[in-house]
T-cell receptor, first 115, second 112 residues
Framework: DGGITQSPKYLFRKEGQNVTLSCEQN?????MYWYRQDPGQGLRLIYY???????QKGDIAEGYSVSREKKESFPLTVTSAQKNPTAFYLC??????????????FGPGTRLTVT | GDSVTQMEGPVTLSEEAFLTINCTYT??????LFWYVQYPGEGLQLLLK?????DKGSNKGFEATYRKETTSFHLEKGSVQVSDSAVYFC???????????FGSGTKLNVKP
């Protein structure tokens, strides 16, 4: 079955530590995205990538970093510079350059708790 | 700029009641419109979509019609079930731009 996997589902870290969240897709999608969701709130875009070795900042990129070395992988690092990292993180992917709409497909999410 | 506004929740209904969740949008281009559903602790799942004016998206008894004249994409269901309890997100994307704009989400609670 094609889809997006995120691991781990729950992640706990101490303040001051960097942590990397995994996102892998086998949908052969070109574009990948990272969102942050806080309790009772909508999604905020952190970073997105339309092609391998290229990515753009979203609305709340400060304190985060990404890489896109392979088409199927888009890991997100939450650095110690992120002031309030505890949140639910969602990875998504979509096709690019289709004539029709290109909906985003989402992974199951990683809940990060930093204490 | 491009944006989506949806009604605030929570919306609480009894089973078999009629559901409407309002969604309006602002777009500089010609958007595609989507409804996503999120169950507790999970990612978002695409519920339905519409890509041009007057298109009706439908799935699992839910419907939404792309109204360009009112810039709206309201979600409706004739008879909700307890299992429909979730958070619903309206979203738009501009063709060839690869960026989505999500509404803030509307929580639906359906009581037996």
């Amino acid at each position: 079955d094609g889809g997006i996997t995120q691991s781990p589902k729950y992640l706990f870290r101490k303040e001051g530590q960097n942590v990397t969240l995994s996102c892998e897709q086998n949908l052969n999608h070109d574009a990948m995205y990272w969102y942050r969701q806080d309790p009772g709130q909508g999604l905020r875009l952190i970073y997105y990538s339309q092609i391998v070795n290229d990515f753009q900042k979203g609305d709340i990129a400060e304190g985060y970093s990404v890489s896109r070395e392979k088409k199927e992988s888009f890991p997100l690092t939450v650095t110690s510079a992120q002031k309030n990292p505890t949140a639910f993180y969602l990875c998504a992917s979509s096709m690019v350059w289709q004539v029709s709409s290109y909906e985003q497909y989402f992974g199951p999410g990683t809940r990060l708790t930093v204490t | 700029g491009d944006s989506v506004t949806q009604m605030e929740g929570p919306v609480t209904l009894s089973e078999e009641a009629f559901l409407t969740i309002n969604c309006t949008y602002t777009a500089t281009g010609y958007p595609s419109l989507f409804w996503y559903v999120q169950y507790p602790g999970e990612g978002l799942q695409l519920l339905l979509k519409a890509t041009k004016a007057d298109d009706k998206g439908s799935n699992k008894g839910f419907e939404a019609t792309y109204r360009k004249e009112t810039t709206s994409f309201h979600l409706e269901k004739g008879s909700v079930q307890v299992s429909d309890s979730a958070v619903y997100f309206c979203a738009l994307s501009i063709y060839n731009f690869n960026k989505f704009y999500f509404g803030s989400g509307t929580k639906l609670n359906v009581k037996p």
